[in-house]
């Protein structure tokens, strides 16, 4: 969890000031994404599916939901495990006005959606302040219950906010129906604006001195106390403006969806918010975006999967652990000169596996998909092979992901076996023969698979502390240089 | 009694651990065919007419079946996902235990097909159903055996953890486990054996629920029952075992409570009120943890 | 710390404004909201007395036509939604071996919903807007089904829910059809029911807060029962996943009602009728479709024998098309449909598949005005006529729980409750 000086110094290091540039810079920014904005607005969004549209939409606001966790979770330490509540409460207290006034207001929907985004995160906001005020007694994991705990709370009463006996002064925000008749306002660019505005705000916040106040209370909460600074107020603008950013997400979300229904945020929704904050890597910005992105595309991409015979994923099950344990057997005697050699030689099944990679992506761009899943899928083959082939990692990366590839192929051949072996074995047979598994049966099996071989094979998350920039990719092509040039 | 194991695994380990929930439903579905073995093959079998006579043998083959299995599966979690993040951040380990739940929920609805669901017929239990005089109020004879085993259990775990030299090298690891190897103590050894504790606790729990009420079984079962626990367990204190049986009962009275008052659409929203209002006056949970607040 | 906040301030600001100048400068769409509109279609000769979508719909291409599904395969509802889908697949495959429409064969697209009513959204807007599909069939809960109409009514598809009853879905459009009763008729059938048949006078009601379904139900119950001269003695609620109802019980006890009115599915029902026995709360157990699984006598026990539910059909039925839809469907799957669901899948289906080939339609929004038009189809869980406001006109069965299964103790007559 320990920052490295090398990134405090760098963001200390940015901060010098001079009013002209900083000002042109800042217009031209604006300038650009308005423009891009608008750019998308006119070109892409016309072009697109609703279901393209669901898929972007819903990356789109998980990225920043990840962005607002992280927040509080990476930046500031805080262990928050509620922030569905957040969301939900964004949602429902945007959607309640909206649905009630908005046909009477007589207000354009241009400026409607804004005034109700304000009202969403000021609504979060407050629940933020709720929570946030008693977590400055709590630490780690109570914390972490507690939040939990406040998630559950939020959805609890929703759903019993029905107008009914009990409601609460016979409130009705549609109870486990959920609440019906929001306007449909969100464009696919609002989303994309306030992605902008979270990224923006944590990256801001992380380059002033405002933004080391709060890592050193991650880091370490009485050193932080002793060098002044008030851990206690930090927490608590981190889980407002963390909570404000979520309401905005929501607000949003309801304007889209056109209803806000309960069941939507339940736990796991927390818990799949956390996971992203994690596996992007706690407290880069980068990471966050990247993973929420990634999973939300990954958990509808999967629906694709094709239907398996249950003999032939028991067998190739079977034999990939094989394969597996064996092959790390036969890993670790090799040593010594051999091991050069031998990883020499692991790079061809290295190289031969991006090959596929960009192949399946290239296959994958005739098949009858979303074009937002293909388009990932094909960004995400790509930046494989960018990341296998940039020669600082060339040494180690590429014969591991050889070494994964032979272990893989192995695997595929050997289930033949294995299936035979299956069919043998009558009464194991009679059973599975008859069954075969749908897209829907193993999607969510694989995706949790996917989380925990991530997490085991990175724990630190795929950016770890790191973020992307111009210093990050330097830092890339400099190594290459320096590893270019020694023997 | 899900409380039980958890604060065990969660007070030796510092792990939330997602997938102890599972592991309920995972006893639970074990006693379940375990009774099936034997109820639905021939019903005038000499063996079955027996054991029909003799239900209290069937339970106790359902107990130890489930507690055995929940606790093989547990440490076969913890050697897979557990043990390579040892040293990995907290957060990581917590999103692992949270992919493990979510894994062994939905493959394990691969391989039990769980349509129509399937639950634990009443003839395998009749104690659930007959009730006795005790004290003045009527109970069943199934929940005061509930209580017996629950008692017996936590006094079990808190000689084990007290007084044997396993229990202090529990405490031990849970206090600080670089220290503790350091003393000689192998950390990995006691936190496999915690796991085969807590696990099989959780095995348990999930066999007596499911054969005392009969509810269906799917493999989404023990997700809320294994939130509650981990409440009550923080509740009565981390590491506490007496607190985590309390922290137990005091949930299951305050939420008995909100349902005579009238408001039982808030059934679920008060275990955890009631955690925020006492960690708030009491941080360390109500009958503080065994370790100095963290 | 006075300078820094002012910072903060002024980035925000810096960030609010320009946000909200592109907010205002971007091409601000008219909003196009079908819900709204009572505009009825006069190019046709078809009127609808229900507000249209105003699209265009999807057309079929190439040689096969697709029709999309969509069914909770995960999640709380998933004995339901994998029933309907196992029922719907029969429906296509006996389409397709009897030859399909004129040689084209019907493909069916079956997507999860999670149980979730934004799985739900998704998987059908996969449907309408990738797979291009001609009719959406499913779901068997009313809250997702309604999201999905949502998603229909952009698109102009027709939708064809299987076991959604709640009784304000099919007031979304005139794209809302339905293969099952609604929770009007339902309630309504069984308060009377509770009313005259059972002579209760002060029943209890036990309400799932967490469905949709439940809360419809028994509010509809609640009504009519009350309407009838009955008294409600109390209601009480709890959440789907919960396992101990001990409290709400007793708490029902103490008002000692008699009658117990349990609108909610049978995975909770199963132990509160052992729970009610166990505290001795003795009186005759009353619910909704949503008991219906085979499985409700091993989880209720004996406390759930002598209880009454209402149901759409019973396997056991006599009728020519259960009989042969029960041993198709046993030669297919292996086991006998476990819930009703499997039945209204099916029936569902056909309700397309009839419209389908009796329209010839391409595209989706012909094929809308056709399932509108759907008379007297001889489904599984009856004689099926699609009635003005979209839902299913059909006489539904009580059924009550004995010792070796389900007993068919009365028929109810489809009719409409007036208040």
């Given at each position: 969890m320990a920052a490295t000086p090398q990134t405090l110094v760098s963001s200390l290091s940015s901060?010098?000031?001079?009013a002209g540039k900083f000002w042109t810079t800042r217009v031209g920014t604006f300038v650009l994404i308005a423009a891009f904005l608008y750019a998308l607005q006119l070109f892409l969004t016309p072009n697109l599916g609703i279901y393209d549209m669901r898929i972007l939409v819903n990356s789109l606001l998980y990225a920043t939901l990840a962005v607002s966790l992280n927040l509080i979770n990476?930046?500031?330490?805080?262990?928050?495990?509620?922030h569905a509540a957040f969301y939900l409460s964004g949602a429902i207290i945007s959607g309640k006005i909206s649905s009630m006034y908005y046909k009477t207001a007589g207000v354009p929907g241009w400026l409607w959606l804004p005034l109700m985004v304000v009202v969403g995160a000021v609504g979060a906001a407050l629940i933020g302040l709720l929570v946030g005020i008693p977590s400055l007694r709590l630490r780690g994991d109570y914390l972490a219950v507690m939040t939990m705990g406040f998630g559950e709370i939020a959805r609890v009463i929703v759903i019993n906010q029905?107008?009914?006996?009990?409601a609460f002064g016979g409130?009705?925000?549609?109870?486990?129906?959920g609440l019906q008749g929001?306007?449909?306002?969100?464009?696919?660019y609002h989303l994309l604006l306030l992605l902008i505005v979270a990224i923006a705000l944590s990256r801001n916040l992380l380059k002033t001195a405002h933004g080391l106040s709060f890592l050193s209370v991650r880091e370490d909460e009485l050193a932080a106390d002793a060098t002044g600074v008030h851990s206690t107020r930090i927490k608590v603008t981190a889980f407002t403006i963390g909570a404000a950013i979520a309401g905005m997400a929501g607000a949003l979300f309801a304007h889209y969806n056109r209803s806000v229904s309960p069941?939507?945020?339940?736990m796991d929704v927390s818990f799949m918010l956390v996971a992203m904050v994690v596996i992007g890597g706690t407290g880069s910005i980068t990471g966050a975006v990247i993973s929420g992105v990634s999973l939300k595309v990954l958990e509808e991409g999967l629906r694709a999967l094709p239907g398996i015979s249950a003999t032939a994923l028991y067998g190739f099950l079977i034999a990939l652990i094989v394969t597996v344990l064996l092959a790390k057997q036969v890993f670790k005697r090799i040593e010594g000169p051999a091991r050069v050699t031998f990883d020499k030689a692991l790079i061809v099944p290295g190289l031969i596996g991006l090959g596929c990679a960009l192949f399946g992506a290239y296959r994958l761009w005739g098949a009858d998909m979303s074009v937002v899943i293909k388009v990932a899928f094909v960004v995400i083959a790509l930046a494989l092979n960018v990341a296998m082939l940039l020669p600082s990692s060339f040494r180690t990366a590429l014969p591991k992901f050889g070494g994964a590839m032979v272990v893989l192929a192995l695997a595929y051949g050997v289930s033949f076996g294995t299936q035979a072996l299956l069919h043998k074995i009558a009464p194991l047979a009679a059973v599975l023969d008859p069954i075969k598994y749908q897209a829907a049966d193993l999607r969510w099996a694989i995706f949790s698979l996917a989380l925990v071989i991530v997490m085991l094979n990175r724990p630190q998350g795929i950016?770890?502390?790191q973020e992307f920039s111009w210093d990050f990719i330097k830092g890339i092509f400099g190594k290459k240089k320096a590893i270019g040039v020694a023997p | 009694m899900i409380a039980l194991g958890y604060t065990m695994v969660y007070g030796v380990?510092?792990?939330?651990?997602?997938?102890h929930g599972d592991l309920y439903m995972v006893g639970a579905y074990l006693a379940y065919y375990t009774s099936m073995v034997w109820f639905?093959?021939?019903?005038?079998h000499p063996f079955t007419v027996w054991l029909a006579q003799h239900p209290i043998v069937l339970l106790l083959v359902m107990l130890v079946i489930a507690m055995v299995g929940t606790a093989a599966l547990g440490v076969t979690i913890e050697r897979l996902a557990y043990r390579p993040l040892r040293k990995a951040p907290r957060l990581s380990v917590l999103i692992t235990a949270v992919g493990i739940s979510l894994f062994m929920e939905y493959a394990g609805r691969l391989i039990v097909q769980t349509s129509p669901q399937p639950s634990i017929v009443e003839e395998i239990n009749p104690f659930a159903k007959s009730t006795v005089n005790f004290l003045g109020i009527q109970a069943t004879t199934f929940s005061l055996i509930v209580m017996g085993v629950v008692a017996f259990l936590m006094v079990t775990l808190w000689f084990i953890v007290t007084k044997t030299p396993t229990g202090r090298a529990m405490r031990a690891v849970s206090h600080d486990f670089q220290t503790a190897s350091l003393m000689g103590i192998n950390v990995d050894k006691i936190i496999v054996f915690t796991f085969v504790l807590g696990s099989a606790l959780a095995g348990a729990g999930g066999m007596l629920q499911a054969t005392n009420y009969g509810t269906p079984l799917n493999t989404f079962f023990g997700v809320l029952p294994g939130v509650k626990a981990f409440v009550a367990a923080v509740l009565g204190g981390i590491g506490n075992i007496p607190g985590a049986v309390a922290g137990g009962l005091i949930m299951g009275v305050s939420e008995y409570l909100v349902v005579w008052l009238?408001?039982?659409?808030y059934k679920d929203a008060v275990a955890f009120l009631l955690l925020i209002i006492i960690l708030l006056v009491k941080p360390s949970g109500l009958f503080g943890s065994v370790r100095d607040k963290v | 710390m006075n300078n820094k906040r002012k910072l903060t301030l002024a980035t925000l600001v810096a960030l609010i404004i320009p946000a909200a100048a592109i907010l205002g400068g971007c091409p601000a769409k008219t909003e196009t909201?079908?819900?709204t509109s009572n505009s009825v279609?006069?190019?046709?000769?078809f009127v609808s007395t229900r507000p249209l979508p105003e699209a265009t719909g999807n057309d079929a291409t190439g040689d096969t036509i697709k029709i999309g599904m969509i069914a909770?395969?995960?999640?709380?509802?998933q004995p339901w939604g994998v029933d309907s889908k196992k029922g719907a697949e029969l429906a296509v495959e006996e389409f397709n071996a009897a030859g399909g429409l004129d040689g084209k064969m019907v493909t069916l697209v079956v997507e999860d919903t999670q149980s979730k009513p934004e799985g739900g959204k998704s998987a059908t807007e996969k449907l309408?807007?990738?797979?291009?599909?001609?009719a959406v069939i499913g779901e068997v809960a009313s809250g997702i089904t309604l999201q999905a109409a949502d998603v229909c009514q952009e698109a102009g598809v027709p939708i064809v829910a299987v076991?959604?009853?709640?009784?304000?879905?099919?007031?979304?459009?005139?794209?809302v059809f339905r293969a099952c009763f609604t929770d009007n008729f339902q309630g309504a059938a069984l308060a009377k029911y509770a009313y005259d048949?059972?002579?209760?006078r002060n029943i209890a009601v036990l309400t799932d807060r967490k469905l949709p379904y439940s809360t419809g139900l028994s509010e509809m119950f609640t009504k009519v029962f009350v309407s009838l001269g009955?008294?409600?003695?109390t209601e009480e609620f709890y959440e789907a996943?919960?396992?101990?109802?001990k409290a709400q019980l007793t708490n029902i006890k103490s008002k000692t009602p008699d009658g117990l009115f349990c609108s909610g599915y049978f995975t909770e029902v199963g132990p509160i009728a052992r729970q009610r026995e166990q505290i001795g709360l003795n009186v005759p157990m009353l619910g909704g479709?949503?008991?219906?699984?085979?499985k409700l006598i091993d989880s209720g026990g004996?406390?759930?024998?002598?209880g009454c539910f209402m149901n759409?059909?019973?396997?056991?039925?006599?009728r020519p098309e259960v009989q042969d839809f029960v041993a198709k469907f046993t030669k297919k799957?292996?086991?006998?449909?476990?819930?009703?669901m499997g039945a209204l899948g099916y029936d569902a289906t056909n309700v397309v598949l009839t419209a389908l080939t009796s329209s010839?339609?391409?595209?989706s929004m012909n094929l809308l005005k056709a399932i509108a038009q759907v008379k007297d189809m001889k489904g599984v869980s009856g004689v099926i006529t699609i009635g003005p406001d979209g839902n299913a006109q059909k006489p539904a069965l009580i059924l009550k729980v004995e010792k070796g299964g389900f007993v068919a103790v009365k028929q109810v007559a489809f009719f409409e409750f007036k208040e």
């Open positions: 901060t010098r000031y001079s990476g930046i500031t330490g805080q262990f928050s495990m509620g029905d107008g009914g006996k009990q409130l009705d925000l549609g109870g486990a129906y929001v306007p449909k306002l969100t464009e696919m069941d939507d945020f339940k950016m770890s502390h | 380990l510092r792990l939330i651990n997602f997938a639905t093959k021939d019903s005038s009238g408001y039982a659409g | 909201n079908g819900a279609s006069t190019s046709d000769t909770s395969l995960n999640g709380e509802n309408v807007g990738q797979d291009k599909v001609l076991g959604a009853t709640r009784v304000d879905l099919t007031e979304k459009g005139g794209h048949d059972l002579k209760c009955g008294k409600i003695a996943g919960n396992i101990d109802f479709d949503g008991w219906d699984s085979t004996s406390g759930i024998i002598g759409h059909y019973h396997n056991s039925e006599k799957f292996g086991a006998e449909p476990a819930t009703a010839k339609a391409t595209n």
